[in-house]
């Protein structure tokens, strides 16, 4: 077989890999790949924002890092939170170069807004499109490279390791290419597709995620999963619309399933603007003392004129779905977000495999702790995918391209049976939602376990669907491996 050589290879053109190769060394061969459309990522779905100090008269990183280390219950990597938040604005301004048309105030400076957890106005966001916004920029800057090529529509299939070469195998226009590189980014995003409901784009199946576990790289707290309070409640898709933190961070009230708020008998102080998982748990609480599931959204007590012009986006789509939100509460649900565990990397994205870089959300760089702050992850995705380029850069010598010839394993085999993937979403979604049932898990963790045994060694032909349900079954078994884990020790189970 023939493998194309490339100097850097990254797997996903979401705000990680695309900025990654924008801060990669323009003498160097790029090769991107992309397993859907360019715009279908966690990225473009972003809304709220990203988190930065740039207002320093208001605002300093000391205060920044104490709201990440708070919202991450101090669980967090402090070395890589000083970098995340001091490296952080050059990032965000960088963002202006490429185009990214931030929300201005009349005198033209950035319109931070507040979202839950942070205790300055430190978002920068466009309405509430900020992802697509910055996507659709980086593309663009991307496309104007002349030393990148952008393989769309193209699934990675296979990725192995011999000597200092990554081999890869990705399906394009339904046909095998191979590949080889001595620098691989994987900047796959999220896992939110484990679960049945999430409000991840259908690429997040944890891919990267598997193969750095079968290269052997070190992943790092993968039950570190984020439920977001306020997905839209409609368990008809999969994928849930969310509601932005931000409209919590412009005033907007919980009500419980009597039109009443409930956060001050949980949070006095906070109350609707405490991060995250603490607003989910306390829902959970709540839904416990009245015996109902049913949770709103109320900002209809604003000025219609501002809610319509600051959450477009949001305006529209609720009002789709039969409610505006001028006028009354939307129903709203907990909902798996984000990962904050991942593949295990150091101060500058490199994982303990040679030559493998992991970048946003299939990285576990430590910055979020237990639980991430609002806007935190993209900023993540920019300052760590800067400092790979940069550590990339740095290392590179610069030598001739060529092909590399090695033996690869035939994709043939038998068809996937089917029903895999459903049946891990509907063991992660009864194991482990909000809160882990710890005896659930310990069940569950037989079957997941078989399932990974079978997809492993049972002789399926190697295709997208294939590696999807090997990577949502990897994925559920490192995450109840470390459920069960934790229940033992604490005498649950
Ligand atoms: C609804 C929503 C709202 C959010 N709002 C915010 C916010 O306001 N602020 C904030 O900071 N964060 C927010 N987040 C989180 C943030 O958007 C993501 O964590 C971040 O953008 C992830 O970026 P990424 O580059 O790591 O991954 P992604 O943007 O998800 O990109 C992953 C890429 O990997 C590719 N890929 C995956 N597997 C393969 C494969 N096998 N072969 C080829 N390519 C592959 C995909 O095609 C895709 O291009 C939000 C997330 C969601 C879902």
Do not use: W
């Not at 090769?31 to 207002?55: F, H, I």
């Amino acid at each position: 077989m023939k493998f194309k050589e490339y100097d850097v290879i990254i797997v996903g053109t979401g705000v990680s890999g695309l900025y990654a190769a924008l801060n990669l060394d323009s003498s160097m061969q790029i090769l991107m790949l992309s397993k859907r459309e360019l715009t279908l990522c966690n990225s473009a779905l972003a809304q709220g924002g990203v988190a930065a100090v740039m207002d320093t008269s208001n605002d300093n990183y000391e205060l920044h890092i104490k709201d990440t280390l708070i919202a991450g219950g101090y669980k967090n990597n402090i070395d890589n939170v000083r970098i995340l938040v001091e490296q952080g604005p050059k990032d965000v301004k960088n963002l202006l170069n490429y185009g990214v048309d931030f929300d201005r105030k009349q005198d033209g400076s950035i319109d931070l807004t507040l979202e839950g957890g942070h205790c300055r106005h430190r978002i920068a966001h466009h309405k509430d499109s900020t992802g697509f916004e910055i996507v659709t920029s980086l593309i663009e800057g991307v496309k104007k490279l002349s030393n990148v090529t952008i393989l769309e529509n193209t699934h990675l299939l296979g990725l192995t390791k011999r000597g200092d070469d990554f081999l890869f195998d990705v399906l394009h226009e339904g046909k095998h290419s191979y590949y080889t590189t001595k620098n691989t980014i994987l900047a796959t995003g999220g896992i939110g597709r484990v679960y049945d409901y999430t409000t991840n784009s259908a690429i997040a199946t944890g891919d990267g995620i598997q193969f750095a576990y079968n290269m052997g790289a070190d992943i790092q707290h993968l039950s570190y999963v984020q439920f977001h309070p306020t997905a839209f409640a409609d368990h008809e898709n999969r994928e849930c619309f969310l509601v932005s933190e931000a409209v919590r961070g412009e005033g907007a009230y919980l009500l419980n399933c009597n039109k009443e708020r409930f956060m001050h008998k949980y949070e006095p102080e906070r109350k609707e603007l405490a991060p995250r998982d603490v607003v989910s748990k306390d829902m959970m609480k709540e839904q416990k003392e009245t015996g109902s599931d049913k949770f709103y959204l109320d900002i209809s007590y604003k000025d219609p004129e501002f809610i319509k012009n600051r959450f477009p986006m949001i305006y529209n789509k609720v009002l789709e779905k039969g409610y505006d939100m001028t006028k009354e509460p939307i129903p709203i649900y907990p909902c798996q977000h984000y990962l904050m565990g991942g593949i295990g990397v150091n101060g500058h994205g490199a994982t303990n495999v040679k030559g493998l870089y992991a970048a946003g959300e299939c990285a576990h760089t430590g910055v979020h702790g237990i639980n991430r702050l609002a806007s935190n992850s993209l900023l993540e995705a920019l300052v760590f995918s800067r400092l790979i380029a940069e550590d990339i850069n740095k290392n590179n010598t610069h030598r001739e391209l060529g092909t590399l010839e090695a033996d690869y394993p035939s994709p043939d085999g038998k068809p996937l049976p089917k029903g895999i993937r459903t049946e891990i979403r509907h063991i992660m979604q009864r194991s482990y939602f909000v809160v882990p049932d710890y005896v659930e898990a310990a069940k569950d963790i037989k079957r997941v376990t078989e399932l990974k045994n079978l997809l492993d060694n049972g002789g399926f032909e190697v295709t997208p669907d294939y590696i999807e349900a090997k990577s949502l079954t990897t994925v559920a078994y490192i995450i109840l491996s470390e459920v069960v884990a934790e229940g033992k020790e604490k005498g649950i189970i």
